[in-house]
């Protein structure tokens, strides 16, 4: 120690920190001492403090922990696992965000790829050219118009989604999946331009006086009053050409080119409606006006049309036949089966009777179906219906007993068996009036009422008219070609694709195309179909109902009987 003492201070500087008192502080005894008892004190407290910490350490902590300090506290903890951040998802998938704010994806949905063009509200103007356009032009601009739904015909429906595909990419899909094609709704659309053309200032469709509205060159030829019937003739035919408008999505509601044509005919039919409700004076004329009133209704929601709508289709039931020995119950709803508890049937041309005409009670049922698609009271009116066409179908293929002077036995009837059916059937004495041949009117009514694929009436009566039937040259028998192609279309299958194969395109091949009044149209004679006496007018309207059975009515497969 005393050597470290006795070191020169100096040596342990370097020179250039030496300053120049450096001589006069090594030369003083007091001083070095001084600084030697200072040292010795600093370093005696810091070897004193380590000791103190050294013996808490060994001797002092473990007391403390063994005392107050759970013996758990000395196992090692693992450290968490790192947290992973779960991606969160994208807001653009949630269907309210592609609803309101579409975004572009690698992969088209089904509905972009349709390319369905955009509505433009300019077509309410009605500004079509005078000059007639090709059909691939008119078939270009078919998608617009309609708000509604598409009927399925099955005993259901009713309310929403019954009327889907008359319009936009609906129609556009249902053409393609049944087998329609350009020239197919090239000539809807040119049909629905002559429907224009001839529709009177008042807003009818005249059975006989039409041609007075011709305006491009050569002028149509009259039309027949039907029998005498002219002024009922005017409700139907209005009714039929409202029909074609509505069939291909076109109301009196939604912008469309033809919105005012078609709210020009509705106002003249509500016009002629009697306080009672009632079209015309015939069970006829009646039903076609109402069922044009109920898809104006069901398409739109109209609430201007509710009411009378309604009011006729009161009247379709207080009309309704009833099966004998059927007693008015006086408290049964005297909208309902014409005040008849139970028992109704079909429809004759006045009445209720006893007649049952097969051609009256179609209408009158496809007037219910309609109004049941715009939720409207019909009764006990389909009940009564289909009591009518079990009755009036079994009659038709019963075969008589030998020895028993009027009496029959029901022939049982299989799904691949033909059926018959009649012009009409007499409830009272259960006598068929007329041949056989009615097939199609049966079909239809048995699909409306819930017949179909697999059923032995709708299968059995399908084979008759596909055996028979099937039109191979214009012109045909289009009333009956107009029941057939609704009701072959729902059927499907193979039948379906023969049917259409022949029907489409001789409908398209034979329709006027030229640059007068009758472009458009198709030309109709005598002897052609019942009623043809009627004239372009109905003839227009038939076609063109089979035209647009794509998509008039919804297809409905393998529904049985309910």
Known sequence: MSNNNDQNPDDQLPPEEIDENADEAQNDPQD??????????????????ALVLAMLAVFGVPKILEQDTPPTRVTPIEAPPPKVDKPKPERTLEPKVEIDAPTETDTPSPVTNLDVPVENTEREAETDSTTPKGREEAMADSEMGGSGFAIAMGAGGGGAGMFGN????????????????????GAVEAALKWFKRHQSANGSWETDKYYQNCTEGAKCEPGGDSKGNGSDCNVAMTGYAILCYLGAGYDHKTPNRYKATVKKGIDWLISVQKPDGYLGNRNYEHPIGVMALAEAYAMTADPELRAPTQKGVDQILAHQNQEKGAVADPKADAKAAGGYASGG???????????????????????????????????????????????AWKAANSKAVAGAKGDKEWKDITAYDKSKFYYSWHSDTDVLEGEPGRESIGLVCAIFLGHLNGDAMAESLANTVMAFQVPTKYPANQYYMYYNTMAIFQMGGDRWTKWNASVRDMLVGAQRKSTDCFDG????????????????????????????VYYRYAQVKDLHKN
């Open 521 to 548: 149209s198709w030309d109709w004679g005598a002897g052609q179909f019942i009623g043809s006496e009627a004239g372009r007018v109905l003839t227009t309207a038939y076609n063109t109902l089979c035209l647009e």
């Open 32 to 49: 070095s001492t001084r600084r030697a008892v200072y040292g010795w004190l600093i370093s005696g407290g810091v070897h004193l403090s």
């Open 166 to 185: 008359r319009s936009g990419g609906g129609r556009k899909r249902a053409v393609g999946k049944g087998g329609g094609s350009p020239g197919s709704e």
């Open 345 to 391: 049937l079909g429809w004759d041309y006045v009445g209720p009777n006893g007649r049952n005409d097969a051609s009256v009670t179609g209408w009158n049922i496809m007037a219910l179906k309609s109004a049941l698609a715009g939720n409207l009271n019909i009764g006990k009116g389909m009940d009564g219906a289909k009591r009518w066409l079990e009755l």
